[in-house]
């Protein structure tokens, strides 16, 4: 068993943070959190991927979890989500030797934190297994602390977010052990020996066991370490090991339809057009710390918040908000508002398309960028500015073969409308199902 270089201490982001959180969901974590703030000791959470399996269901040559996804290995995406979630301390992720290398790669190339590598079993229960024993601190060299909570999730289930991981953690903190679970969508019938139906299954009173699922880690490692061959060979259900070996009964927690896992093929047309329907959702605005940039960029935010789901706002000259977009890059945003209020210069607008050229974003998805400048027409001839302006189309060109699409977006104002800019009204219309906003102040 090998444990891959860990990621890096500590969340990815610093301090709390409550995003993809709802109400209650949001309170709860606030407590949870506020354990560690209250000086408590913070009830310490890892996860466990088990990343080892060959996929034969999917039919490709490549294991399912490193399948491309808008050119992002399947698995990033789930490593991302768990990322966000800054409670959990750990995320040891079990894949096979051969691909202990690919893994290490796309730890480097996307970034990511806080993660070990373990080597995977040759089932899946086995390749949990060994997670655990890399977070059970009896191993050589571990440089990983023993969690009071354990997550299990399988890498191949991407649309993960952190209300169920919040729910499921805290339910097994509470019950020992805890699963997400979800309706059945077609019914459990059981053959007889002639390949006859003997009965079915009431539908309404049986439930799907999804991930994640979450433990005490000393009940699950117990478990396991207790498992019979037979089981670490043909075993699906880690709560099940819980109640077996000891005598936990999981705690079940009502799932989202998102949490499904890839299995064939279809699943991964599915999970691009989900992935797609959230980049579509996301928009970061970038604006220099300047005053008048600052207030264009927060009325903007404001309405765009009304109609997307995921609006970020980074502030500053590009350069000190290079490691803010970087960022935001990986976590694979698309759509960009870039307000330039009294530079009619595209510096801003140029150092923010050099940063998506070099970037990991796919060339298959369009990258959509609003330059937008606010021009004073008394200080400056239109004729003169527009001719400057007309510079954004020799740039549209040249960053379309890398199908980033740049748009020009010029407001000319009287010289009194600066004054006003407090009351700058920013309507925004967002075309359905496209990812090209249209704006207009
Ligand atoms: N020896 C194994 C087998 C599976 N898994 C992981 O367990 C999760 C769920 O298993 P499954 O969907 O069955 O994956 P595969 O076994 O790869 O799929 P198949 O059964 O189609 O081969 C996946 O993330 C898979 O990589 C694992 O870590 N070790
Ligand atoms: O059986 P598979 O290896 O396809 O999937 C493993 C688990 O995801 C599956 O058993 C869930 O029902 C969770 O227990």
Request: aromatic share 6%.
């Amino acid at each position: 068993m090998e444990l891959g270089p860990p990621g890096g201490a500590g969340p990815a982001e610093p301090g709390p943070r409550l995003r993809g959180l709802r109400g209650d969901d949001r309170a709860a974590s606030a407590a949870w959190l506020s354990e560690a703030s209250a000086g408590r000791r913070a009830p310490s959470v890892a996860a466990v991927l088990p990343a080892g399996g060959s996929g034969e269901r999917m039919g490709v040559p490549t294991p399912k979890q490193f399948c491309p996804v808008l050119e992002r290995p399947l698995i990033s995406y789930t490593l991302q989500a768990l990322e966000r979630v800054c409670w959990i301390k750990d995320i040891v992720v079990a894949v096979t030797g051969e691909n202990m290398e690919v893994m290490k790669g796309i730890v480097q190339r996307y970034q990511h934190k806080r993660i070990s590598l373990v080597e995977a079993g040759v089932t899946r229960h086995r390749s949990i297994f060994n997670g655990l024993k890399a977070l059970a601190e009896d191993q050589p060299n571990s440089k990983l602390c023993r969690p009071e909570v354990v997550i299990i999730h399988d890498a191949v289930r991407p649309f993960v977010e952190e209300d169920v991981l919040l729910k499921v953690a805290i339910a097994a903190k509470e019950h020992g052990a805890a699963g997400a679970i979800r309706p059945l969508v077609s019914t459990v019938i059981s053959p007889s020996a002639d390949g006859c139906l003997d009965h079915s299954l009431e539908r309404t009173s049986h439930r799907a066991s999804e991930m994640p699922q979450a433990f005490l880690f000393d009940v699950i490692y117990e478990a396991y370490q207790q498992c019979s061959d037979y089981d670490l060979e043909f075993g699906t259900e880690c709560l099940q090991l819980a109640l077996k070996y000891c005598h936990t009964k999981a705690k079940l927690v009502e799932g989202s339809p998102d949490l499904w896992k890839v299995t064939y093929k279809r699943d991964l047309y599915a999970a691009e057009s989900i992935i797609k329907e959230r980049i579509s959702q996301q928009i970061c605005i970038l604006m220099d710390a300047k005053e008048d940039e600052e207030h264009v960029g927060r009325c903007l935010e404001e309405m765009l918040k009304k109609e997307l789901n995921h609006v970020k706002v980074t502030s500053g000259a590009l350069c000190h908000a290079g490691r803010d977009l970087q960022q935001i890059i990986l976590e694979q945003c698309y759509n960009f508002v870039c307000v330039n209020v009294m530079t009619s210069d595209f510096e801003e607008t140029r150092k923010l398309l050099n940063a998506l050229e070099e970037s990991n974003l796919s060339i298959l998805y369009p990258v959509v960028v609003i330059s937008v400048h606010f021009l004073d027409y008394k200080l400056v001839p239109f004729g003169q500015k527009m001719e400057h302006l007309m510079q954004i189309k020799e740039f549209a060109k040249e960053v379309k073969k890398r199908n980033i699409l740049l748009c020009g977006l010029l407001i000319y104002y009287p010289q009194l409308w600066r004054q006003d800019m407090r009351t700058l009204e920013v309507r925004v219309y967002v075309r359905p199902h496209t990812t090209q906003p249209a704006y207009c102040c």
